[in-house]
């Protein structure tokens, strides 16, 4: 069955062991619910309307809400090899090394695989290639930072987490926190754990 397109919230994430709904949702206590997502997402699309540089990190948080992805795993995509458009998937086959400023293997086995993308996401990640293109960036990476390369994850989170803080939210909101909200969702709607499990790579 395809989660995905049956229902746009419906993404992915997993524990390393199979464990019940409830005690997967306990062990995410770190976890957005979808009011304080919405909230979060209006505030940065408030400030947003006086700078427009905070357009890419609603992106960047709508993707990872959606699909379950390590922050690592989305800036090392490929948007020529990786994703199929008209086949609505994504291949997560590496992670990005900042460090060394490359893409590598992700770490386990099972980090490797397809999985199916909302709609949403795909619109999401066109918006982001044609601002790419528009500013002057020939780059296969999406989300990049003014030397064109992929934005680190340090800097994501310090932008989201000083946007949390505004409107209250006293989660520590780092790029996980949104791969906690997507399991935490899935699990909440009975989506089996093996289903979760595959999807977000465990």
């Keep these: 069955m395809?989660?995905?397109?049956?229902?746009?919230?419906?993404?992915?994430?997993?524990?390393?062991?199979?464990?019940?709904?409830?005690?997967l949702r306990k062990k995410n206590t770190k976890y957005l619910d979808q009011k304080?997502?919405?909230l979060f997402i209006q505030n940065l699309k408030d400030e947003a309307l006086c700078d427009y540089r905070i357009t890419k990190y609603i992106r960047i948080a709508k993707v990872l809400f959606l699909t379950g992805?390590?922050?690592?795993?989305?800036a090392a995509l490929n948007?020529?090899?990786?994703?199929?458009?008209?086949?609505?998937?994504i291949h997560i086959k590496h992670t990005y090394d900042f460090r060394q400023?490359?893409?590598?293997?992700?770490?386990?086995?099972?980090?490797?695989?397809?999985?199916?993308?909302p709609q949403k996401v795909l619109d999401i990640i066109k918006e982001q290639?044609?601002?790419?293109?528009?500013?002057?960036?020939?780059?296969?990476?999406?989300?990049?930072?003014?030397?064109?390369?992929?934005i680190t994850n340090a800097r994501v989170i310090c932008a989201l987490k000083r946007h949390g803080q505004k409107i209250g939210i006293e989660k520590n909101i780092t790029t996980?926190?949104?791969r906690h909200s997507h399991i935490s969702l899935l699990?909440?709607?009975?989506?089996?754990?093996?289903?979760?499990?595959?999807?977000?790579?465990?």
């Design 2 to 23: 395809n989660y995905i397109d049956t229902n746009e919230m419906l993404f992915v994430e997993t524990p390393r062991k199979v464990i019940t709904s409830d005690e």
């Design 36 to 38: 304080e997502f919405k």
């Design 69 to 74: 992805m390590r922050y690592g795993e989305l």
């Design 79 to 89: 948007y020529k090899e990786d994703i199929d458009f008209s086949k609505k998937t």
């Design 101 to 117: 400023k490359e893409r590598t293997t992700p770490k386990t086995i099972k980090s490797d695989r397809v999985i199916t993308a």
């Design 129 to 150: 290639i044609i601002e790419n293109a528009t500013n002057g960036f020939d780059t296969d990476f999406i989300f990049i930072n003014t030397l064109g390369e992929p």
């Design 176 to 178: 996980h926190t949104f």
């Design 187 to 202: 699990a909440e709607l009975g989506i089996p754990l093996t289903a979760i499990m595959d999807r977000v790579g465990h």
